[in-house]
């Protein structure tokens, strides 16, 4: 554990991606059960995502988003990424994600991140709001979502598609 800060509860460190993360984000872009969450449907080389990190402004102004890793302080080591996209910054708001290593899911790690990651918005990026979506049937999600103030308001039928069945989303706001 280590003082707290504005990107750290002390247990936990949000930071920009560095090069030796790579094979983190590799495993995490290319895990196929969160491509129907994230959008994705292809996957991404190495080479790509080395790519993002070395070109990446890490200027939510130009990038439109920002990345961090999440570090756990005890060892320093990356449990995975939150992400901050679609910044608006007029309109004073940003979508949501956070993706986990399987290994780390189901232990606190998410929702103290979102804790941390939503006191940056709101001071620093200066936002207004912060939205996600997830999958209606993404209990877990729902939950992690709403025990850190998000609240459900509004619904997008059949959103998504996963082996022909398509899936309602949920948008889900948190107000500061």
């Not at 990424?81 to 679609?86: E, G, I, K, M, R």
């Not at 949501?96 to 979102?114: C, F, K, M």
């Not at 006191?119 to 979502?145: G, M, N, T, W």
Request: aromatic content about 10%; glycine content about 6%; overall charge neutral.
């Amino acid at each position: 554990m280590t003082e707290k800060s504005l990107l750290s509860d002390g247990t936990y460190l949000l930071r920009a991606p560095e090069p030796e993360d790579l094979d983190v984000l590799f495993n995490m872009e290319n895990d196929t059960s969160l491509w129907m969450v994230s959008g994705n449907a292809v996957p991404y080389s190495r080479y790509q995502i080395k790519k993002y990190i070395v070109q990446s402004q890490h200027d939510f102004y130009t990038d439109r988003q920002v990345r961090f890793m999440i570090v756990r302080l005890a060892d320093n080591v990356v449990m995975g990424s939150v992400d901050l996209t679609d910044i608006d910054p007029y309109n004073g708001r940003a979508e949501i994600g956070i993706a986990l290593l399987s290994e780390y899911r189901g232990q606190g790690v998410a929702s103290a991140t979102l804790k941390i990651v939503s006191e940056y918005a709101k001071k620093v990026l200066r936002l207004r709001q912060l939205f996600c979506h997830v999958p209606s049937d993404h209990k877990q999600s729902i939950k992690l979502f709403a025990s850190n103030g998000f609240t459900k308001t509004g619904r997008l039928k059949d959103w998504l598609v996963n082996d022909d069945t398509y899936t309602d989303v949920l948008i889900l706001q948190k107000f500061f």
